[in-house]
């Protein structure tokens, strides 16, 4: 079992950023690509960004292309998301998910493939 603990989020004016953060609890977390989703009020939970499990690959929703970066450190088992240049539309919660299965080379973008999520940050940007 894995467990995930996301932090970082917050307030933000548009324009501004935030770093947000995912620990997991075990060593075995660097053999899984992870991925940060969101979910707005009203919304389906959508796909943000994604990488491999060595790092090598990254994917991303075309709402962040260009202004989100995941990136991860696997010797401290941590996940990030550095979210520059923010709208109000990026307002959701976000979430922080393990793949199921070990060793995937490309991050999936569905949901379904991931078997191990966090509780969730809210990032709120206003305008």
């Known amino acids: 079992q894995v467990q995930l603990v996301e932090s970082g989020g917050g307030l933000v004016q548009a324009g501004g950023s935030l770093r947000l953060s995912c620990a997991a609890s075990?060593?075995?977390?660097?053999?899984?690509?992870m991925g940060w989703f969101r979910q707005a009020p009203g919304k389906e939970r959508e796909f943000v960004a994604g990488?491999?499990?060595?790092?090598?690959?990254?994917s991303y929703a075309d709402s962040v292309k260009g202004r989100f970066t995941i990136s991860r450190d696997n010797a401290k088992n941590t996940v990030y998301l550095q979210m520059n240049s923010l709208k109000p539309e990026d307002t959701a919660v976000y979430y922080c998910?393990?793949?199921?299965?070990?060793?995937?080379?490309?991050?999936?973008?569905?949901?379904?493939?991931?078997?191990?999520w966090g509780p969730g940050t809210q990032v709120t940007v206003s305008s």
């Open positions: 998910a393990a793949d199921q299965a070990a060793l995937r080379r490309i991050p999936a973008t569905t949901p379904e493939t991931y078997g191990y």
């Open positions: 075990r060593q075995t977390f660097r053999s899984y690509a």
């Open positions: 990488i491999s499990w060595g790092g090598s690959s990254t």
